[in-house]
């Protein structure tokens, strides 16, 4: 059963998430965010591997920080975090603050299609 130690001294848990396009892979900085519908990549992610959201007319509405915003929703041929891969995969394109510790969000919609366990007593996330 593979884990994945989080500081559970910080206010979130940040991950390291792997996506991939037709050009090429990023490795992202993304806080597990149970409170995102959508997982969430910067713009600038999406046109570097080669899922440019010009390529896609779909936006949807967001709300974040008590503003609504109309974002890109694009669909990025693979995702992989805590040893769980998906593909064609659907993300939202949104850059988050510069201020922000993280560079994504990773939203219910990739952990619904996984069993991940947090464990706050051991400090670990993972899958069985």
Do not use: W
């Not at 995969?89 to 850059?95: E, K, L, S």
């Not at 988050?96 to 051991?122: C, H, R």
């Amino acid at each position: 059963m593979p884990s994945f130690p989080f500081d559970a001294t910080k206010s979130i848990i940040i991950c390291h998430v792997e996506i991939s396009g037709p050009k090429t892979e990023f490795s992202l900085k993304m806080a597990v965010d149970t409170g995102a519908t959508y997982t969430a990549i910067p713009l600038e992610a999406a046109v570097g591997i080669g899922c440019s959201p010009l390529r896609f007319s779909r936006k949807i509405e967001i709300t974040m920080g008590g503003s609504i915003e109309y974002v890109p929703f694009i669909i990025i041929p693979k995702i992989r975090a805590f040893g769980i891969e998906l593909k064609n995969f659907p993300v939202i394109c949104h850059n988050l603050p510069q201020t922000s510790p993280v560079e994504g969000l990773l939203g219910l919609n990739f952990l619904e299609g996984a069993k991940i366990i947090i464990d706050f007593t051991k400090h670990v996330m993972r899958t069985p």
